[in-house]
Structure formats: structure tokens, C-alpha cells
């Protein structure tokens, strides 16, 4: 199942691949937290999508809770997060953790959190990318499991480089959760690999 928050570009790439014949995985459920293109994209698709927005719970560990209960009863193999823009708090990662895979803008351990497209642009480094890692209790430190280059051009805004950065996402993300369903992980402390 996938958790969304923006346009839903991640999302429609993961659904496209869910319906390849050839396809290792379903997307049996979405969950989203906020009114966003990924709800019509689910909608479209006759994928089931449930709204667990933060402000109609009392406080953020009850909105964790719920998500997680949400997301239970879609009784998923794996979790994607897919440009969903909210921190994973405890009860999620108990219930979760290890199966919970997000993609990010950039090369990390290099500019981690909401802004890695930016923050890779102010910094002045010549290439970026994208990485597909395992979730744990930090901000986008879980293992990783694959990364793909974009360079930087000197002309780049935050939007140019973040659309180029998105083309390689929407090919990378889905082949690793195809890999994921298909053969699974290794762990080795903090190092993952795919099957
Ligand atoms: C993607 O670039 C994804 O890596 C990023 O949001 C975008 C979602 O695009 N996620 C984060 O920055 C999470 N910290 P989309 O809404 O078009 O799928």
C-alpha cells in the first residue's frame, strides 16, 4: 500500500507498474493525509484510499495510531511512502518497521528531510539523485537499498532540478518494490541489499 501527500506522480508510476503483466506486486490501498491528486489517481485506478488527516485527531500520537490502524486493515506485505510529507512517529514504526520503504530527492546521508532538492542546489553540488531506503525512527537515515545520479546543471531552479529528479524516481521506486515482493531484503546491521 502507498502513503501520498502531493501530486501523486510516484504513486501513478507505482500503480503503472502494479498493472504490468509481468508485475511482482498489488497496491491493495492508499492512504493519504490531506485533500491531494493522489485521492483522484487512486480513485481512477479503483484502488481503495482512506484520508487520516493530522488535524481531526486530538494530537500527533493519536493521528500516528490511527494511521497505523488505517493502514492494518489494508493488511499490506510492504509500505511505500511516495512524496508523503509527514515524520512516521512510534506506533507506526512498531508496527511496521523494516517493511516501510521511501523514496528521496537526493543522495543521502547527503540533505535529508523536506527539502533535499533545495537544500542540494544552495549547497552548489554538481550531481544529486535520488534514494530508495528502508524507514527507521530517523529522518530519511534507514538503510539503503538503491540510489540512481541526476547531475546538476548550471541553470537549474529547485523546480527544474526536482522534475529531472522525479523522472528517475517514477522508474527506480517501483523496481525496487518489485524486487521487494519478488525476493525480499537482506539486512546486515545498518546495510540492506535486495534479493
Ligand atoms: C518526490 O520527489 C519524493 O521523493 C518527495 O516528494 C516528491 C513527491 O512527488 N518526497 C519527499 O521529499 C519526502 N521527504 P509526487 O507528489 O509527484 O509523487
Known sequence: MVLASGTGSLFASILEHASRPDASFTVVGAVVDRDCAAVGIADAAGIPVIRCRLKDHPDRAAWDAALAADVANMSPEWVVTAGFMK???????????????????????????????????????????????????????GPILAQRIVEVRPDDTEASLHERIKIVERALLPEVVDALAARGVVTDGRKAHLK
Open 87 to 141: 515524520i512516521l512517529g512510534p506506533a507506526f514504526l512498531n508496527r511496521f518497521g523494516g517493511t516501510i520503504v521511501n523514496s528521496h530527492p537526493a543522495l543521502l546521508p547527503a540533505f535529508p528531510g523536506a527539502h533535499g532538492v533545495a537544500d542540494a542546489l544552495a549547497y552548489g553540488v554538481k550531481i544529486t539523485g535520488t534514494t530508495v531506503h528502508l524507514v527507521d525512527d530517523g529522518v530519511d537515515t
